[in-house]
């Protein structure tokens, strides 16, 4: 993921919360669909990326998937507190979701960068 994909996932997460927080649930719900298909195309980029990459190890690829699961599970649960029309739990997921979406890039970043410096093309 690089700075601009991320800034659009961020960006997306900011008009969830805005639509959350003025009771619009159903567009709510609509638009985090749009960013699980968004994050889902650059989630597999990635892996296609560290797949291709000699020099990966096995233990550094550990950590990206650990911090998908945490994305994927924070994206269940938001979606299920705008399913159940609950604000407050859906806002706190998806303050958490902005700050996983920038560990995962730095984290990206680092074992892209491992991966034979492909990653500057990544996502473009």
């Known amino acids: 993921m690089n700075t601009t994909t991320?800034?659009?996932l961020v960006h997306t997460v900011a008009d969830v919360r805005w639509?959350?927080?003025h009771g619009s649930f159903v567009s709510a719900a609509k638009r985090?669909?749009?960013l699980r298909l968004m994050l889902e195309r650059v989630l597999l980029a990635e892996t296609a990326l560290v797949q291709r990459g000699d020099s990966v190890r096995a233990e550094d690829a550990?950590?990206?998937q650990a911090e998908i699961n945490s994305l994927e599970r924070t994206l269940d649960s938001?979606?299920?507190?705008i399913t159940h029309e609950t604000a407050e739990l859906a806002i706190a997921g998806l303050g958490t979701l902005e700050r996983l979406?920038?560990?995962h890039e730095r984290?990206?970043?680092t074992l892209?960068?491992?991966a034979g410096g492909q990653f500057a093309d990544a996502n473009r």
């Open 107 to 109: 984290t990206a970043r």
């Open 112 to 114: 892209l960068s491992t």
């Open 19 to 21: 639509l959350v927080e």
């Open 32 to 34: 985090l669909g749009e």
């Open 78 to 81: 938001v979606a299920s507190a």
């Open 62 to 64: 550990e950590r990206p």
């Open 6 to 8: 991320r800034d659009v």
């Open 101 to 103: 979406l920038v560990q």
